[in-house]
């Protein structure tokens, strides 16, 4: 069982990326996904989180910039970021709380394996 993180990479400050979350093949399906992102030396915070049914939150700070989604057929979750600011550089992280698997079995608490994110001023 994998969250496999795509995207990412170095952008000018006011460019866009766009964040992939994917669940491996034997997932079958993903009830709510949240981003965070994390700095060196500071704590991991939380960025977005979607709901199974599509209901959105989303950090203040990234609030009108950040968008959250997901196609459920894959399952896999997407984060478009706009509007890309300098402190908006971290490593992003997706994480799923709870995913039910082909088998029939549960998995708790995954998280994908990190993406940096660079935005220069």
């Known amino acids: 069982v994998q969250l496999v993180q795509s995207g990412g990479g170095l952008v000018q400050a006011g460019g866009s990326l766009r964040l992939s979350c994917a669940a491996s093949e034997n997932v079958a399906s993903i009830n709510t996904v949240a981003w965070f992102r994390q700095v060196p030396g500071k704590q991991r915070e939380f960025v977005a989180r979607i709901s199974g049914v599509g209901d959105t939150q989303y950090a203040d700070s990234v609030k009108g910039r950040f968008e959250i989604s997901r196609d459920s057929a894959k399952p896999t979750v997407f984060l478009q970021m706009n509007t890309l600011k300098p402190e908006d550089t971290a490593v992003y992280y997706c994480?799923?709380?709870?995913?039910?698997?082909?088998?029939?079995?549960?998995?708790?608490?995954?998280w994908g394996q990190g993406t940096q994110v660079t935005v220069s001023s």
């Open positions: 994480n799923a709380p709870f995913m039910e698997l082909s088998n029939g079995r549960h998995a708790f608490d995954f």
